[in-house]
Nanobody, 127 residues
């Protein structure tokens, strides 16, 4: 089992920045096993379907972004600390959503169904 605990988020104005963090724990990620998990961020805005935001490969060497956040958001991971982050810059009102971190042994993308999820954290961007 993998437990994912998120931190960060909040309420900001358009153009501001926020960061999210996700820490993995559990027997499955002990030792060096965190690097066996592909990590990602998804979000769900009110009344909308869940949306892929970004993902980072097992080693952290490759990152993937949705077109809506590319150039504004940066995903990263620290395999020594079992953490993943999402730096969000130039936030827009349409970035308002509950953000979820996710983990899976398989690669993550827009059509994935990750095995493990964080608890979700609200990001609200006012105009």
């Amino acid at each position: 089992q993998v437990q994912l605990v998120q931190s960060g988020g909040g309420m900001v104005q358009a153009g501001d920045s926020l960061s999210l963090s996700c820490t993995a724990s559990g027997a499955a990620v002990s030792g060096h096993n965190f690097r066996s998990y592909f990590m990602g961020w998804y979000r769900r805005a009110p009344g909308q379907e869940r949306e892929f935001v970004a993902a980072v490969s097992w080693s952290g060497g490759t990152t993937y972004y949705s077109d809506s956040v590319k150039g504004r958001f940066t995903i990263s991971r620290d395999n020594a600390r079992n953490t993943m982050g999402l730096q969000m810059n130039t936030l827009r009102p349409d970035d308002t959503a509950v953000y979820y971190c996710a983990a899976d042994n398989a690669a993550l993308g827009p059509y994935s169904d990750p095995a493990y999820w964080g608890q979700g954290t609200q990001v609200t961007v006012s105009s």
